[in-house]
C-alpha cells in the first residue's frame, strides 16, 4: 500500500511523496516509512462549525488543533442533544471519526463497521452525522 501511494502521487503531483509530505517525517531521516508517520497524514472540514454552507476540507496538520476541534465537536453535540455522549476522544477514534464523515459525504457512500460491542461505533457515526450537518432517521 504504501509504495503505491508514493507511485500514485509521483505522476500528477511531480514530485515524491517524501517531498510533498516532509511534515510527516517524525525522525527527520527524509523518508515517510514508519506507519506512524502515515497516520499523520489526515483530511477532514472538522476544524469548522456545524451548519456553515462553505466549509473546506483540508489536510489536518496540527493534531493538537485536531483533538481540539473533534472535542469542540462533541461538546456541541452534546449541547444540542437530549442525551449527552461520554466519549473519550484518542487519536484512532478521531481517525475513525474522520472516516466516518468522509464516507458519509460522497454520494452514495455507505460502510460496514465492526467491532465488540461498546467500541463506540454508533456513538462516532451520531456524531459524525451531526459534523457533516445530516440528520439519522
Not at 15 to 24: P, R, S, V, Y
Not at 70 to 76: C, D, G, P, S, V
Amino acid at each position: 500500500m504504501m509504495n503505491a501511494c508514493r507511485e500514485a502521487t509521483r505522476a500528477p503531483f511531480g514530485a515524491t511523496f517524501d517531498i510533498l509530505f516532509k511534515h510527516l517525517d517524525l525522525d527527520k531521516d527524509g523518508k515517510v516509512q514508519d506507519l506512524d508517520e502515515w497516520r499523520g497524514l489526515a483530511f477532514g472540514d472538522i476544524q469548522t462549525s456545524f451548519g456553515l454552507m462553505d466549509r473546506p476540507y483540508e489536510e489536518l496538520d496540527d493534531k493538537d488543533k485536531l483533538i481540539r476541534a473533534a472535542e469542540e465537536a462533541l461538546n456541541q453535540y452534546n449541547m444540542m442533544s437530549d442525551k449527552v455522549m461520554d466519549l473519550v476522544l484518542f487519536s484512532f477514534a478521531i481517525e475513525h471519526l474522520l472516516r466516518i464523515g468522509r464516507i458519509l459525504k460522497s454520494p452514495g457512500g455507505h460502510a460496514m463497521l465492526v467491532g465488540v460491542g461498546g467500541s463506540g461505533r454508533q456513538s462516532l457515526t451520531k456524531l459524525a452525522t451531526k459534523i457533516t450537518d445530516f440528520e439519522i432517521f
